[in-house]
């Protein structure tokens, strides 16, 4: 039986704050942002210190119509084998769309985007989520997110169509409660009924963290503190089942050492009230989780993968990885063997690709509202993907917004709404920084002088020539079209 406890997100710009707070039992740390070989050296110190390490990914897109990508499934693989993870996670979700499945142009959200809780997608997610399985070497977690639009034509509740994933694949759950209380305001699910309809005993850990409403809409930040909202459904799940870890997301504006602290204790006495609530133990709440990082007593659920049960109509359960570990990192003598559930047709996968893919373009490159989708919401959530992509890419290329100062984020904006993201953050400032060197900006010539020496730094000689620059617009109103 492997128990978490309670962690919190670990970010380069905590890590000094992180390595501070007393009892720790474990971290998480965004897959993307470390590499395999040369491990940051505050999570290194931390796992020598006995704190667990668990790698969660944002880049798989499983939810895709695409197959999982087998390099990133070996590299979340590499990461998980480098911390001594008992565990990965990832989203259910999609944060690419379009290529050769749609014969559109390859594009990317640079966020996690919601599937349609159709049958389709749900055949397609599952799939994906047997090979994701079967390449790591560790058991998968996936996570629900939160959303700011809404799919037409749903078939399923969030509750059932996660509860029909676990039991078509076994894969464990990261139930975020966070984001279950974006959905109530944004969407109008009930958490409650969520809580109701899910398989709990798939539950691996859960994730809590902060946001704001802004004009009626949600906003999962990670950048504020934790609503009572959000800690009321935390305390409504633990009141069904104890729940194996819980943990803090922080993103941004993070605060000071002690606030964070105080964070970890509320949300072990709102996991500790729960727990009490249910009946299910005798003992005072104080000694239910302790204080922060301190094990849980009644005992958490183990990561082996959940079990399979029937479900009805055509698709059949799907076998966990061979690769998979249980409790205690034992792997097993040999697998299990079981004829392999049928793969959803090429024409589901092209049917979700065309849709994705439509949203998308929606949403990063101008292209009309398809049917059936809230414009106005539609709205909201491009302009949202806008600012998230202006603020990464301020990050990665800290060097921009200190050349262009006050100019950036509006001369980002105005390079987005008609340049939509092919390749992934770094290469979004390169084209960025380009873009404004063939338009003969800025217009100050030490700043301009300065952007092209960085442009050189990390490209070339030289910006591209004409005809590059010809191939490159003609790309990039074929993906407005």
Request: proline residues 9%; charged residues 25%; glycine residues 10%.
């Amino acid at each position: 039986m492997t128990e978490l406890g309670i962690g919190i997100g670990w970010r380069p710009e905590i890590a000094e704050a992180v390595e501070g707070l007393s009892g720790l039992d474990w971290v998480e740390v965004v897959a993307e942002n470390i590499c395999a070989d040369h491990l940051p050296d505050s999570l290194t110190r931390l796992r020598e210190r006995g704190v667990t390490v668990v790698p969660h990914g944002v880049s798989l897109g499983l939810g895709g119509a695409d197959r999982p990508d087998p390099a990133r499934l070996a590299a979340l693989g590499e990461k998980a084998v480098a911390l001594g993870a008992p565990l990965v996670t990832e989203h259910i979700a999609f944060v690419r769309a379009g290529g050769p499945l749609t014969a559109t142009p390859l594009l990317e959200a640079g966020h996690l985007l919601p599937v349609p809780r159709t049958r389709d997608a749900l055949d397609v997610l599952c799939e994906n989520v047997r090979i994701a399985q079967d390449a790591l070497p560790v058991p998968l977690a996936l996570e629900n997110i939160a959303a700011l639009i809404a799919w037409p034509g749903e078939e399923l509740s969030e509750g059932r169509f996660l509860a029909e994933l676990v039991e078509r694949t076994g894969v464990r759950l990261l139930i975020d409660v966070a984001n279950l209380h974006t959905n109530h305001v944004n969407r109008g699910e009930d958490p409650a009924r969520t809580l109701a309809e899910l398989p709990v005993d798939a539950l691996a850990y859960v994730h809590v963290a902060g946001g704001v409403e802004r004009d009626g809409v949600w906003h999962d930040t990670h950048a504020h503190p934790v609503p009572g909202a959000v800690l009321d459904i935390l305390a409504d799940l633990a009141s069904r089942v104890s729940p194996p870890g819980v943990l803090l997301e922080r993103d941004d504006d993070f605060p000071p050492p002690e606030e964070l602290a105080r964070e970890l204790e509320a949300i072990r006495a709102t996991a500790a009230v729960g727990i009490r609530s249910a009946g299910a133990m005798g003992v005072p709440p104080d000694e239910v989780w302790g204080r922060v990082g301190t094990a849980h007593p009644r005992g958490a659920l183990s990561l082996e993968p959940a079990p399979r049960r029937a479900v009805a109509g055509p698709a059949q359960p799907l076998l966990i990885g061979a690769g998979a570990r249980v409790s205690g990192g034992a792997m097993p003598s040999a697998p299990v063997e079981t004829p392999p559930a049928p793969e959803p047709a090429l024409a589901a996968r092209q049917r979700l690709g065309v849709a994705q893919a439509s949203l998308l373009s929606a949403l990063v490159a101008g292209t009309p509202v398809p049917e059936g989708f809230d414009s106005r919401r539609l709205g909201v959530q491009s302009r949202a993907l806008a600012a998230k992509r202006a603020g990464v890419v301020a990050k990665v290329a800290p060097e921009l917004p200190e050349i262009l100062g006050k100019g950036f984020r509006p001369a980002f904006l105005a390079y987005a709404r008609s340049r939509p993201m092919t390749g992934g953050y770094r290469r979004d400032a390169l084209d960025f920084a380009e873009h404004l060197l063939v338009a003969g900006r800025p217009e100050d010539p030490v700043a301009r002088r300065q952007l092209t020496e960085w442009w050189q730094d990390r490209c070339g000689s030289r910006p591209p020539g004409r005809a590059t620059r010809l191939v490159r617009a003609a790309r990039h109103a074929l993906v407005r079209r």
